[in-house]
Structures are given as structure tokens and as C-alpha cells.
């Protein structure tokens, strides 16, 4: 499970912490002629091989970077405008079946016992999934209706705003769950829905009220699902 864990977060590193906006566009643009293709391959190959910290791991780690580099042509190549969700959800299911592949395959076969600080592992792993990559999932998921707020030309909300907060949300309730809080949860909830209730109401607009509310259930009940799984992960190791 360690050994997975780390495998995670390398793939949540290379694929969406470390991944500029820049190298994906290019990508999307240059298909396999892209040289910003051929550095995330790199990059998931060495972050596998550091966070894992075993030679012998080391043609896993080139088997791993391969097989993400494969699975990346094949959505630069078959994805479209109106496809890109789809294939986001089975970009991502892919790499995460070849890292489960390869971490019961090298469990299994390796004869280096595995030692590590086991609950830095997954507490870093889980807090890291609930920032950037969680973003980047929802704003794919809901990107299919994207509403425009009819005073949308008098907005004045903060640059990214929203997804920073949207961040620090999920981190509060993974801490909140990990310390048996849970009641803060529904007090999160409720205060955002206040401060949200205004300027939904003053812009009137019933599609960016329902396209809100399912982006903030979205993020928490991955937030929620996140903090159930870390603390029953660190329960197990305890």
C-alpha cells in the first residue's frame, strides 16, 4: 500500500503539481512532435525512481514513464473538444492501473524490504490530491456546462479566487475528519453558503446557482471520501 502510495504521488506531482498549463497546450498542439511530451515522460520516470529510493526499482520507474508516455499519445490523438472529459477520466484510470500493476508486481517479486516513514507518505500524498489535481478534476467535470453569470462583466471577485478557496475548503475538512471534527464540516458548508447566497441572489441566475452547488458537493464529498480513506489508511498502519 506504501509502496502505491508513493507511485500516487509521484503520478499527482508529475501530472498536475509539476505540469504547467504551458507544456499541456503545447502538447495538445504538437502531439507526439511536442518536446514538452517527451520531458513529462522524464519527469513521472524520475520522480518514481527518487520517491521509491531503490535501484532495483529503477526499470519500473522507465516502464512506468513508457507506458505514460503511450497512454498520453493515445488521448492527444483521439481526444476532441467535445471528448476531452471522457478522456481525461480514462487518462487518468489507465495511469492508475499501471501504478497498481507495478506496485503488487514489484511488491511481490522484491526481496529489499520496504521501510519509510509511512505516515508522512500518505498524509502528504492525501493533502496533495484534495489541491491542484482535485481542481483540475472538477473544473473538468463541470466544464460541460460552464454558465456565464449575466453581471459577469461587472465581476469583480479576486484572480482565482474561487479555486483557492476551493482548496482551503478540502484541506479543512481532510484536517477536521483526521481529528474527529466532523461537525465542523457542516459548519463549513453552512458559512459558505451564506457568504455564496448573496451573490447568487443578486445575479438571479439559476444555472450558476445549480452549477455552483454541484461543484461545491463535488469538492466535498471528495474532500469527505479523501479524509475517510487517509485516516482509515493510518488507522491500519497504527
Not at 451564506?194 to 451573490?199: L, N, S, V
Not at 479523501?226 to 488507522?235: C, D, F, N, R, Y
Given at each position: 500500500m506504501?509502496?502505491?502510495?508513493?507511485?500516487?504521488?509521484a503520478?499527482?506531482?508529475?501530472?498536475?503539481?509539476w505540469?504547467?498549463n504551458?507544456?499541456?497546450?503545447?502538447?495538445?498542439?504538437?502531439k507526439?512532435?511536442?518536446?514538452?511530451?517527451?520531458l513529462?515522460?522524464?519527469?513521472h520516470?524520475?520522480l518514481?525512481?527518487?520517491?521509491?529510493?531503490?535501484?532495483g526499482?529503477?526499470?519500473y520507474?522507465?516502464?512506468?514513464a513508457?507506458?505514460?508516455?503511450?497512454?498520453?499519445?493515445?488521448?492527444?490523438n483521439f481526444?476532441?473538444?467535445?471528448?476531452?472529459?471522457t478522456?481525461?477520466?480514462?487518462d487518468q484510470?489507465?495511469?492508475l492501473l499501471?501504478?497498481?500493476?507495478?506496485?503488487?508486481?514489484?511488491?511481490?517479486?522484491?526481496?529489499i524490504?520496504?521501510?519509510?516513514?509511512?505516515?508522512?507518505?500518505i498524509?502528504?500524498?492525501?493533502f496533495?490530491?484534495?489541491?491542484?489535481p482535485?481542481?483540475?478534476?472538477?473544473?473538468?467535470?463541470i466544464?460541460?456546462?460552464?454558465?456565464?453569470?449575466?453581471n459577469?462583466?461587472q465581476?469583480?471577485s479576486?484572480?482565482?479566487?474561487?479555486?483557492?478557496?476551493g482548496?482551503l475548503?478540502?484541506?479543512?475538512?481532510v484536517?477536521?475528519?483526521l481529528t474527529?471534527?466532523?461537525?465542523?464540516?457542516?459548519?463549513?458548508?453552512?458559512?459558505?453558503?451564506?457568504?455564496?447566497?448573496?451573490?447568487?441572489?443578486?445575479?438571479?441566475?439559476?444555472?450558476?446557482?445549480?452549477y455552483?452547488?454541484?461543484?461545491?458537493?463535488i469538492?466535498?464529498?471528495?474532500?469527505?471520501?479523501?479524509?475517510?480513506?487517509?485516516?482509515?489508511?493510518?488507522?491500519?498502519?497504527?
Amino acid at each position: 500500500m506504501i509502496l502505491f502510495v508513493k507511485l500516487l504521488l509521484a503520478h499527482l506531482l508529475g501530472d498536475f503539481i509539476w505540469q504547467p498549463n504551458s507544456w499541456v497546450k503545447d502538447k495538445e498542439a504538437n502531439k507526439h512532435k511536442s518536446i514538452y511530451l517527451y520531458l513529462h515522460i522524464l519527469l513521472h520516470g524520475v520522480l518514481a525512481a527518487v520517491l521509491i529510493g531503490d535501484i532495483g526499482f529503477i526499470p519500473y520507474a522507465i516502464l512506468i514513464a513508457v507506458t505514460h508516455g503511450i497512454i498520453d499519445l493515445i488521448k492527444l490523438n483521439f481526444q476532441k473538444t467535445k471528448t476531452k472529459r471522457t478522456w481525461f477520466v480514462v487518462d487518468q484510470i489507465a495511469h492508475l492501473l499501471i501504478l497498481i500493476g507495478v506496485a503488487l508486481f514489484y511488491h511481490r517479486n522484491s526481496i529489499i524490504p520496504f521501510f519509510g516513514l509511512n505516515d508522512f507518505w500518505i498524509l502528504i500524498t492525501g493533502f496533495l490530491l484534495v489541491t491542484k489535481p482535485t481542481s483540475i478534476f472538477i473544473k473538468t467535470i463541470i466544464s460541460i456546462w460552464s454558465p456565464e453569470s449575466q453581471n459577469s462583466h461587472q465581476d469583480n471577485s479576486l484572480a482565482n479566487a474561487g479555486n483557492y478557496i476551493g482548496i482551503l475548503e478540502r484541506l479543512l475538512i481532510v484536517c477536521f475528519i483526521l481529528t474527529n471534527h466532523f461537525e465542523a464540516i457542516g459548519f463549513l458548508l453552512a458559512a459558505k453558503s451564506i457568504f455564496r447566497f448573496g451573490d447568487l441572489q443578486e445575479a438571479k441566475d439559476r444555472k450558476l446557482t445549480e452549477y455552483v452547488m454541484i461543484g461545491t458537493l463535488i469538492s466535498f464529498g471528495i474532500a469527505i471520501v479523501a479524509g475517510l480513506v487517509i485516516q482509515a489508511l493510518l488507522l491500519q498502519l497504527s
